[in-house]
Nanobody, 123 residues
Framework: QVQLVESGGGLVQAGGSLRLSCAASGRTFSTYTMVWFRQAPGKEREFVAAIEWSGNTYYTDSVKGRFTISRDNAKNTVYLQMNSLKPEDTAVYCC?????????????????WGQGTQVTVSS
């Protein structure tokens, strides 16, 4: 079993930055593919970014150049650095994990989920 706990959300003005963290339990964190999804009110869950165990990273087009996903295997933590935030980035952000080597943009691919953290960007 893997437990995921997110932190770092909050209220920020447009153009500001936040860093989300997702702390994972388990001894095999370094072999997991980790992702961030987000869900805004009235909208479907949306893939944001992924980092495979190899270190390869992937992003949805709307956040490329603004968000950076990274991981610290010694701390069992994955991060999402969010810069130049926009009001349309407002959502609940959840991290998720799979023990598969490659990522997917489909949420049902992931076995483990955190509870989510709210990000609100004011205009």
């Amino acid at each position: 079993q893997v437990q995921l706990v997110e932190s770092g959300g909050g209220l920020v003005q447009a153009g500001g930055s936040l860093r989300l963290s997702c702390a994972a339990s388990g001894r095999t964190f370094s072999t997991y593919t980790m992702v961030w999804f987000r869900q805004a009110p009235g909208k479907e869950r949306e893939f944001v970014a992924a980092i495979e165990w190899s270190g390869n990273t992937y992003y949805t087009d709307s956040v490329k150049g603004r968000f950076t996903i990274s991981r610290d295997n010694a701390k069992n933590t994955v991060y999402l650095q969010m810069n130049s935030l926009k009001p349309e980035d407002t959502a609940v952000y959840c991290c998720a994990a799979t023990d598969r080597a490659y990522y997917s943009r489909n949420y049902y691919y992931y076995s483990y989920w955190g509870q989510g953290t709210q990000v609100t960007v004011s205009s």
